[in-house]
């Protein structure tokens, strides 16, 4: 009997992380799956991209589309163009798509419209924020999935209320603690922490890229401005996202930025480096996504410079809080952190979040899914 082969396409950092511990568990099975790997190139930095995937693990890439940078459509066209030569050529029977980036829809269009099956790991989040691109990039890609892995209830009650049937609904956990499961006892192998002069001394880590919170010159430099209140009380590491440093520099705000005491700037960073300076902060304050997850599963305070988040559980029973991004309430936010560090929400980690996500999302791709055609 033929393999089955399958194809996980992944375009952004993030995307490694929810795909490395998936291949670990294919391989497992080498005379029953040929697993590829597709980059779509859509993040560009392919340096910051080999090293995430040293870190955890990952072959090189089987395909790689190089689209680059370009606006929603283009990126999304370039994609599909180059995504159908990939499925023309590997003629995969399943295409795994994860997350809610531009390659997680156009992998999912182009897939679908050539007959092939589709599976979206972490389907059915919500922000019900539709000026975020990301929530256009989940909803279209769950409305013509035919598998729907979950990581948390509220997607599960999400697709449900969409009309997805029960029966291609599958709450598995989450792919993402697999990886920070896996990384977690290499990170002392991480000099981060002595290479930015940090040993013995108290920080909070930021991250920074959200459109809304750096394509306005008037929010950014308010942003700038809580990035200086935490540095009069720590110190802080700033990796620089691509699209913040070009927006930092365009609005002049370069100076203003480097000016300030005790903040230390980086490029991006590595994930078993950024793991290790998120475990041993004070506090994290971001506006992505999967940070909110890592740090909820680490026990660290967490401040999400939104107004709503697409995983609702790591405010519910995780360490995350919502914070809408003006400068009074987000200082107001961080001086709660460092006055009730050690009284911060107690830690409790969502159900299935135990490293094992991966594992149950193979068994039910090889025993639900295509129970036909293999036998494992």
């Known amino acids: 009997m033929a393999k089955l082969k399958i194809i996980s396409v992944v375009g952004a950092r993030p995307n490694f992380m929810k795909v490395a511990p998936i291949h670990r568990q294919f391989l497992r099975y080498p005379y029953v799956v040929q697993h590829q790997i597709c980059h779509t190139g859509q993040h560009y930095d392919y340096e910051m991209s080999k090293v995430f995937f040293d870190d955890l693990g990952l072959p090189q890439p089987d395909f790689y589309l190089n689209v680059g940078s370009g606006t929603h459509g283009e990126q999304t066209g370039k994609i599909m163009i180059e995504f159908e030569k990939v499925c023309f050529e590997a003629q995969p029977d399943l295409v795994i798509v994860v997350g809610d980036v531009n390659s997680t829809i156009a992998a999912t269009l182009t897939a679908c ?41 509220s997607g599960f009650k999400n697709l449900l209320r969409e009309g997805h049937s029960p029966d291609q609904i599958f709450f598995v956990g989450n792919t993402m603690i697999d990886s920070l499961v896996f990384i977690l006892p290499k990170i002392d192998e991480s000099q981060i922490i002595t290479k930015l002069h940090l040993d013995g001394k108290d920080f909070a880590l930021m991250t920074l ?18 990035i200086e209140f935490i540095c009069y009380r720590l110190h802080l590491v700033l990796p620089l996202h691509p699209r913040t440093r070009k927006n930092i520099e365009n609005f002049g705000l370069d100076e203003k ?36 997850e890592e740090t909820t599963y680490l026990g660290i305070p967490c401040i999400t410079m939104r107004t709503t988040t697409e995983r609702p559980i790591t405010c519910e029973i995780g360490t995350n809080i919502l914070v809408p991004p003006s400068k009074e309430k987000l200082t107001n936010a961080v001086q709660n952190v460092l006055d009730n560090s050690s009284r911060w929400k107690e830690k409790k980690i969502p159900p299935l979040w135990d490293g094992k996500t991966s594992e149950r999302i193979v068994d039910i791709i090889l025993n639900k899914c295509f129970i036909n055609r293999v036998k494992v």
Do not use: W
């Open 113 to 153: 419209k050539l007959g092939i099956k589709t599976a979206h790991i972490e389907a059915g989040l919500r922000s019900f924020d539709r000026t975020m691109p990301e929530e256009i990039n989940r909803i279209a890609t769950d409305s013509i999935c035919d598998y729907l892995f979950v990581t948390e209830e």
């Open 257 to 292: 930025l480097r000016s300030i005491s005790n903040l230390i700037i980086t490029e991006p960073l590595g994930y078993m480096d950024f793991v290790k300076l998120m475990k041993h902060s004070k506090f994290v304050i971001t506006d992505s996504g999967g940070i909110q």
């Open 209 to 226: 890229h959200r459109p809304s919170n750096v394509d306005n010159f008037e929010q950014l430099s308010n942003i700038i401005e809580v």
